[in-house]
């Protein structure tokens, strides 16, 4: 069901800062490594489906965190832990540092800790690991969001914010996904898509009541769990095995047609009073799929294909790519913007902004 999900108060997104991981592969380097790897063990139809896959243009080249590709293959299990928990820290923590810089926040005035991710499990939590890095102080409030898939930024982001509604002064959301530890090859259409297009990075964003930024107007979420099999991570052989029906891109479309309409409507607005659409880019057919359903053209979406392009599927960090090149592109007083992911479950997060001022 759909919820009103503004805070009690005025809340601004003061700073949006992104990282991705040093270790680069394009599009055919990665087609072959992985052809190299497995050219034995895949099926021919499954190995002319790989090249067919990865030589679409809609990604050219993704990060990862890894010493060298071949880490990957074959990777002992209790080490993909190690590589998670270090590359989701170290990404986590590197976004954050830019992020609180850009407002020009001192750590020690964080009052509170959102961490998301799915790609990775450990006990502490991330945000445990990244308050220690950072420095922030005991009596922090510390969150993590597990399982929520790409479309986790748009909650973390709800929590953070109801945090400062609720009295707190500083809040920093982290939405960090390390993909490349869910790695798996098979004669499987999911894993071979999968391979060819998700990636490892992060995003943070500073939350404050009273600054200059981009102001919370509202959010909704739309839950579908009788569509949850369309989307999400299973197990096998004690790993994580990404499920994507066929027919995802029109799932995630009749989700969001019926999402956003509603959300605009309870505001008083259209579709066409939207300056900058912040679209997590799943895919080239989701992109294609959510633009038919809202009435949107490729030019409302430029900025989610080129960061498909540029970085890849990072997973719930990629919507706060999206957003920081709508920033990076500059954006009028008072223009709207409509952040939206969407993702395991089936679920759809959509949240309203409006600009001001942000770094």
């Known amino acids: 069901m759909m919820h009103p999900g503004s805070p009690k108060a005025p809340v601004w997104i003061a700073s949006v800062a992104t990282a991705s991981p040093e270790s680069v592969l394009t599009q055919p380097e990665a087609a072959e490594i992985l052809a190299a790897a497995y050219g034995r063990r895949l099926r021919p139809r499954s190995l002319q489906v790989l090249r067919r896959v990865f030589a679409h243009p809609s990604v050219r080249r993704r990060g990862f965190v890894y010493c060298r590709p071949e880490d990957l293959i074959d990777e002992d299990l209790d080490?993909?832990?190690?590589?998670?928990?270090?590359?989701?820290?170290?990404?986590?923590?590197?976004?954050?540092?830019?992020?609180?810089?850009?407002?020009?926040?001192?750590?020690s005035a964080v009052a509170t800790l959102v961490v998301n991710t799915c790609t990775g499990y450990v006990c502490p939590g991330l945000s445990n690991y990244v308050a220690e890095a950072l420095g922030l102080r005991p009596d922090l409030r510390a969150y993590d969001l597990v399982g929520s898939g790409c479309g986790g930024a748009v909650p973390n982001l709800e929590l953070a914010a109801g945090s400062l509604a609720d009295g707190g002064s500083v809040a920093l959301s982290i939405s960090v996904e390390v993909c490349?530890?869910?790695?798996?090859?098979?004669?499987?259409?999911?894993?071979?898509?999968?391979?060819?297009?998700?990636?490892?990075?992060?995003?943070?964003?500073?939350?404050?009541?009273?600054?200059?930024?981009?102001?919370?107007?509202?959010?909704?979420?739309?839950?579908?769990?009788?569509?949850?099999?369309?989307?999400?991570?299973?197990?096998?052989?004690?790993?994580?095995?990404?499920?994507?029906?066929?027919?995802?891109?029109?799932?995630?479309?009749?989700?969001?047609?019926?999402?956003?309409?509603?959300?605009?409507d309870r505001n008083g607005l259209r579709t066409a009073d939207i300056g900058h659409w912040v679209v997590h880019p799943g895919g080239d057919k989701v992109l294609g799929s959510v633009a038919a359903a809202l009435g949107l053209s490729d030019t409302d979406l430029r900025d989610s294909y080129e960061v498909l392009r540029e970085y890849g599927n990072l997973s719930s960090p990629t919507v706060w790519f999206v957003l920081r090149r709508a920033l990076d592109a500059g954006l009028r007083p008072g223009e709207f913007l409509l952040m939206l992911g969407y993702g395991a479950g089936m679920s759809a997060h959509a949240c309203l902004l409006e600009a001001e001022q942000v770094t």
């Open 79 to 107: 080490r993909r832990v190690e590589r998670f928990t270090r590359g989701a820290v170290g990404l986590g923590v590197h976004a954050a540092r830019r992020a609180l810089e850009a407002a020009e926040v001192a750590p």
């Open 180 to 264: 490349s530890a869910t790695f798996q090859m098979g004669d499987d259409l999911s894993l071979i898509i999968s391979n060819a297009l998700f990636a490892d990075g992060a995003a943070a964003a500073v939350l404050r009541p009273k600054a200059p930024g981009l102001r919370i107007i509202d959010s909704a979420s739309l839950h579908l769990p009788q569509d949850r099999e369309a989307c999400r991570f299973i197990h096998r052989g004690g790993q994580l095995h990404n499920q994507l029906a066929k027919d995802l891109p029109e799932r995630v479309a009749s989700a969001v047609g019926r999402l956003v309409p509603a959300l605009l």
